[in-house]
């Protein structure tokens, strides 16, 4: 995974702002980029969250975002935000949860070298609160350990003040209704996906969300552009009416 994205790495430019870090890069890509990448995207503990928090509805999950976050020495803070927030800072209901978010270590987080700091506790807390430092652990983790929470909990990257990068792989979840943060389909063209498992292709975007969200041409299955016989022409299950 490192040495898979390293070419990647080393041709991103920093951040442009202060909450993406001017001294922090951010290479994305990586269902695309890193065979690594992908199984870290469908590791099972992570997907039986996933089930858990967010497919307990008629409307699948999906890849939200793939990137690594390199932060570089003398890097500060980040602003400690909800990760829901990339939704135009909508207020979903509390305890309606949209986003499941990992940090995976690159390599051990410490507090020193920007471990992600969260608030345990927060996903209740309202959208104006103003948390700050002090109400933050650091996810201090051995290498190869991640970090999940729900886009409910407020959190940020750690200031890094060592002398080494930290380097980390961030992998969002989302409801299949929302808009993805990561472009999937310009990160991941048909001609990759079409090479991908099924589940991960489906995962990546190339399926139905819901009733009819996703479909292409005269109201195929998005799995029919990949494999000619892989999805189904027509929509998929009428929804049931919600409680
Ligand atoms: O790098 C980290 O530890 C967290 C980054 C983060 O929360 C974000 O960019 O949304
Ligand atoms: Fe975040």
Redesign the pocket.
């Known amino acids: 995974m490192i040495g898979e994205t390293a070419p990647y790495r080393d041709a991103t430019p920093a951040g442009p702002d202060a ?3 001017h001294n ?1 890069k ?1 290479t994305g890509s990586l269902v695309a980029r890193s065979p690594a990448a992908r199984e870290l995207v469908m590791h099972p503990v992570v997907l039986g969250v996933c089930d858990r928090i967010l497919g307990t509805n008629s409307t699948s999950y999906q890849l939200h975002l793939t ?1 690594v ?1 390199d ?1 570089g020495p003398g890097e500060p803070a ?1 602003y400690l ?1 909800r ?1 829901q927030w990339a939704w135009d800072m909508f207020p979903f209901p509390t305890g309606f949860e949209v986003e499941i ?1 990992t ?1 995976w270590a690159m390599q051990d ?1 410490t507090e020193e070298n ?4 969260v608030i345990p506790g927060s996903t209740t807390w309202p959208n104006d609160a103003r948390p700050t430092h002090d109400d933050t652990e650091p ?1 201090e983790m051995p290498l190869g350990s991640v ?1 999940i929470y729900t886009g409910s909990v407020f ?4 200031a890094n003040r060592s002398d080494g990068r ?1 380097i ?1 792989v ?1 992998i969002d979840y989302c409801l299949g209704w929302l808009r993805q943060e990561e472009n999937q389909y310009l990160s991941c063209p048909p001609e990759v996906a079409r090479t991908l498992d099924p589940a991960l292709a489906k995962l990546v975007g190339y399926s139905r969300a819901a009733y009819a969200l996703g479909y292409f041409g005269d109201t195929q299955d998005p799995m029919e552009a990949l494999h000619p016989s892989g999805g189904s022409h027509g929509f998929g299950a009428l929804p049931t009416q919600r409680a």
């Open positions: 909450f993406s870090g922090t951010r990137q976050i932060i980040q935000h990760d978010s940090i987080f920007g471990a992600t700091r996810a970090l959190h940020g990257g750690g930290r980390a961030n």
